[in-house]
């Protein structure tokens, strides 16, 4: 089984709604993280927390929030679905023993498309 | 302002040639930094990582250099297979203790046979 899940796989939805991608991890990491990818761009941070009770902004969080609902669980929702945030989304995870920066472990991608 | 970038979007070699792959980084701060490969559908996969105190590191076919000097990091790939064909993404940390990476915009490694 993989260690890094992500649900759905694919998402196509309209202007407007609000969707949620999911995330969850057994590597027992204490880290989880959101970016998205763009074609022809590197992935671009969302949101990123330490543990339970911590939730940090990323580079770009607009229009983005996040729910850490257990170590092992960390979501991505859309209040307001638009267009521009079409992209592919990434989960990742990370342990705090690799120290700062450590090594992140990715899940296999959300594709959404927002029509 | 802060980015991390690579030189080629494409690069096409030889199978069981040697592959170079280059990136630039402009913040002074990074002191990690770590090459990932994606394949196509699938999740950024770990290759090699190297922190600032080193200048290179060596894996199983692969050695990632590091030349803070130029800020320049490289990744060789010694012996190319079809396998390795992907998009490689250099990565780095310079968030002031975040441990978000800023990622490169890759570079799209094809073999020929």
């Not at chain 2, 050695?63 to 490689?88: E, F, M, R």
């Amino acid at each position: 089984d993989a260690d890094v899940t992500q649900t759905p796989r694919n998402r196509i939805t309209k202007t407007g709604k609000r969707i949620m991608l999911e995330c969850s991890q057994t590597k027992g990491h204490d880290r989880m993280y959101w970016y998205r990818q763009d074609p022809g761009l590197g992935l671009r941070l969302i949101y990123y927390s330490f543990d339970v009770k911590d939730i940090n902004k990323g580079e770009i969080s607009d229009g983005y929030s996040v729910s850490r609902q257990a170590q092992a669980k960390f979501s991505l929702s859309l209040e307001s679905a638009i267009p521009n945030q079409t992209a592919l989304y990434f989960c990742a995870t990370s342990d705090r023993t690799s120290g700062r920066g450590g090594t992140q472990y990715f899940g296999p991608g959300t594709r959404l498309l927002v029509l | 302002g802060e980015s991390v970038g690579l030189h080629l979007p494409t690069l096409s070699v030889q199978e069981g040639d040697n592959s170079i792959i280059n990136c630039a980084y402009s913040n002074s701060a990074s002191d990690y930094f770590i090459w990932y490969k994606q394949e196509s559908g699938k999740g950024p996969q770990f290759i090699i990582d190297i922190r600032s105190n080193m200048d290179k590191r060596q894996g199983q076919r692969v050695t990632v250099l590091l030349n803070k000097t130029v800020k320049h990091l490289s990744l060789q790939i010694a012996a190319t297979q079809p396998g390795d064909s992907a998009v490689y993404f250099c990565a780095e940390n310079s968030r002031g203790g975040a441990d978000g990476l800023t990622f490169g915009k890759g570079t799209h490694l094809i073999i020929q046979p």
